[in-house]
């Protein structure tokens, strides 16, 4: 469950019989209530922002993707793991806001914390605009012409057609997890027969999606959540490849220490080789009976952090 859904899914698990067998704490209810109507505010803030940051793509609102026809995992309402697309937020004229709307208020900031949180939405939203994902999006819009355009929306025809409910209730009537795999097998196969314009346009959509998912998303969670990255001593760091920013690397100690490092969880590793934060994407727990425990972990290096988070 990702950090900026707490607000909407907890309320849901707080109930089931299976959560509550897993012994979890006891919360006191006025505690608990504070604590989910906090989350819901933290998550329509965000949920703002992305929306916001997501108005600065070319086209936008009339985006031509087809990942973002009915029913496709960016678009489902049902269960999904993923920051969906809505008919509400495509509509509602974001492009022409100079800040994400009521991110202050639902904050509760001050005039001059407000100020800034909309200036940093600005400058986040100028940074995007000028990497080399979005800039791709940007040329594959402007490069489609109209044998491309038709192609693109004979694709949404197909997946809308495929993804009806009629086709979904057929495959599984009931079951969340293999109605999800069906929709992404049905999109990934759809967008995998375009061609040419079509296809480098779909293509840098979906890596556009991916680049605000990990910004926006995911990185921004860790900040929010838990501040700035820890500091943390490594060894047999292995160098990230020429155009590939993974680093795998080993942190040894005792259980307590390793135990606590999970995925997604931002660090800075004590290491010369690598100066900017990392992102946890894998982790394998070792123990040794003589040596104690250690963990192989991989990480996304998370370019220029060094300059924008200077470590302390």
Known sequence: MHPFTYG??????????????????HVDESELAEWLHNARRLEAAHRRTLEWLRSSLSGYPLL????????????????????????????????????????????????TTGAALDQAARTVAAQLSQS???????????????QAKGELRQARLQLKQRLSRERLDDHEPTLALPRSQYRVSITED?????????????????????????????VFSEL???????????TH???????????????????ENTLRLDLGQLLWL???????????EGKTLNFDLMGGASVHLTARVLKGTAQAWPPC
């Not at 109930?15 to 012994?23: C, H, K, Q, S, T």
């Not at 990230?240 to 259980?255: C, H, K, N, S």
Request: glycine share 6%.
């Open 270 to 280: 004590g290491s010369t080789a690598v100066r900017d934060a990392v992102r946890i």
């Open 64 to 111: 031509r993707a087809p990942q973002l026809a009915p029913e496709t995992p960016l678009t489902t309402l049902e269960t999904s793991t993923q920051f969906i697309w809505t008919k509400q937020e495509l509509s509602s004229g974001l492009a022409l806001l100079p800040a994400p709307p009521r991110v202050p208020e639902l904050l509760g900031t001050d005039a």
């Open 237 to 255: 760091v292995e160098v990230p490849e020429l155009g590939r920013p993974i680093v795998e690397f080993e942190v040894e100690g005792d259980a």
């Open 8 to 25: 909407s899914r907890i309320p849901g698990l707080v109930n089931e019989p299976l959560i509550a067998n897993l012994g979890m704490p």
């Open 132 to 146: 080399p994902v979005w800039q791709t999006f940007t040329h594959a819009a402007s490069a489609l012409d109209d």
């Open 190 to 218: 759809i967008t995998a027969a375009l061609t040419g314009a079509a296809m480098s346009y779909a293509d840098a959509f979906d890596s556009v999606h991916a680049l605000l998912t990990l910004t926006a998303c995911d």
């Open 224 to 234: 929010a959540l838990y501040g700035t990255p820890q500091q943390m001593e490594v």
